[in-house]
């Protein structure tokens, strides 16, 4: 974990909770980074490096689906964008974020898309056995996973 005076953030995806890692990704807030929230807090640019060091982790191990690549990259420059603008204060960032948000949402249709949260239910219905999120961690989330899609291809 790394220390920022009295905040702590996770650095790995074998230490992070599945329950902080889904709100970062459906909220963009890295202040879910951190193993104590803090509403006060105001992201900067090394969390947002720290982010992309545990997304590189998760790739790195798992991999990701093809189509989502443009929807990564797209979300890193959000992201970059609205640091841009907490740091600055320059509402241009805001403005250039607010429009690649919309190019953003294009790319998905909302109704298709699955939700972390909704597959953990998958997962706990396939596997008979009660998650947590707050106790799963992003590694052993992603590692079931896998293993149910192994499952399936077994079929």
């Known amino acids: ?21 889904a709100s970062v990704n459906e909220t963009g807030d890295l202040r879910h980074m951190y193993k104590k929230y803090r509403a006060s807090y105001i992201p900067t640019m090394k969390d947002l490096d720290n982010w992309f060091t545990l997304q590189d982790q998760k790739i790195k191990r798992f991999g990701h689906p093809g189509e989502y690549k443009d929807y990564i990259e797209q979300r890193k420059e959000y992201a970059l964008l609205l640091c841009g603008y907490l740091e600055t204060g320059n509402r241009s960032f805001k403005t250039e974020a607010a429009i690649l948000e919309g190019d953003i949402e294009g790319l998905f249709n909302k109704g298709e898309s699955i939700k972390t949260r909704k597959i953990v239910g998958y997962l706990v219905k396939h596997f008979g056995t009660p998650l947590k999120m707050s106790k799963l961690t992003v590694y052993e989330y992603y590692n079931l996973v896998e293993t149910m899609q192994d499952y399936g291809k077994a079929d």
């Not at 702590?8 to 902080?20: A, G, Q």
């Open 1 to 21: 974990m790394r220390k920022l005076g009295y905040f702590s953030t996770w650095t790995s995806i074998k230490d992070m909770p599945l329950d902080n890692w």
